[in-house]
């Protein structure tokens, strides 16, 4: 039986994805501490970005369940698709509306852009870290009911 090697990521890219996805949630959060104006923009930014990051996360996992063959349910790709588009949507509209600098606006609208980038990064490499670990598992168990079945 040949078996091929199961791919694991460098701790170099596991380091980039994790410094990157930490950069972003600083930025974001640098952004949104100084953010002039309201408590309200700033509580309603916090919720958006939040409700962004755990939609993106949900999306990531949809797309990546579904990818060989569906196993979830077209109601269920509705509200995984549909919550991500609302999050995006009413964050976007929610930093458009607000009276800030354009500045400003600008660069909370890139922090959250990479926010969500490098999300949907650090879902991939997690669940890729899943997937090894549970083919290594497979691979093991095998090799042990070979061994046994040798005896």
Known sequence: ?????????TK???AQVWISFGAAVTLCATGLAYLPGQDLDRAFMVMGYVFCVSTAFALSKYVRDNEQRRVDTPLWGLVVWGGFGLAMGLTGWGLFR?????TYKAYLGVCWLFLISTVFTLAKTLRDAHEALVEQ???EG???RNARDAE
């Not at 039986?1 to 990521?9: F, G």
């Not at 607000?98 to 354009?102: A, C, D, R, S």
């Open 1 to 9: 039986m040949n078996l091929t090697a199961i791919r694991h990521d």
């Open 12 to 14: 170099a890219w596991k």
């Open 98 to 102: 607000m009276e800030v600098n354009p």
């Open 137 to 139: 598992a497979r691979r």
């Open 142 to 144: 095998m090799a042990m």
